[in-house]
Every structure is written in C-alpha cells, then in structure tokens.
C-alpha cells in the first residue's frame, strides 16, 4: 500500500489486519479493526474516510456475495496554509478468493455508496453552538 503523509491513516480487518494500531469493535470481524495512527484531528479525519470504505466493503460483499477474507484502506490527504483541506484519497485491497473482475466490481461499488466519502464530497458546514 501507499507511503503516507503525517496525516495518513490506515485501517484494516481479518487476514490483512495490522499488528498495531488501535483495535476497534467491528461488526464483521471478531478481532476487530485495527486503525492508526490518530493522534491527531487530520488522521481522525481521514480515518472516518477509512473505516466507512472498510466497513462498506464488508457490507457490499455480503450482498453481492463475493467472499471477503480481510480488507485494508489507506487514506491521506493534505491541507493548504489555512488548512482547508486538499482532498483526500484512499486506496483499498482485499484478499479475497473471488475473480478479481467481481472484487473491481465490489470496490465500484463501494465508491458509489459509501456515506462518509459522500458526505465529504458534497461538503457540510460545521458550525460552534
């Protein structure tokens, strides 16, 4: 997988879950999903990108029935000097058994509907109460 920034995050369950990083209780998994680093609100953010991908691969698989063994996602990204964010990018492998045209086909998918990245696309004000 892709060398990251200082702001890079990876997160990653079943076969291709890391050694280190914070474990976190996963749905599909019973190790967990191993994500880090966050030490940082930059990494937290990306983060967020990472696991909703993690997770919507799992989600996905399920319904199309393509047999996921473990799944990875680095996401990084930059911000300019009043740190407006540059965009984020993200990368996904998963180990699967399944003919690599259906794992493309998940990770469309995958692209198309997972909420985070969607939300992050269309934008959203934040605002201090």
Known sequence: MADLS?????????????????VLPHVWTEEGVAAGPVANGAQAFHLSVALCVLNDVYREAELLGIPVQGVAVVADGGFDVTWASTGISYQAEVDSPADPSDVRRLLDVVDEVAEIPRAVRAGAEVTRR
């Open 6 to 22: 200082p702001y890079g995050v990876r997160a990653s369950a079943g076969s291709l879950r890391a050694a280190d990083g914070v």
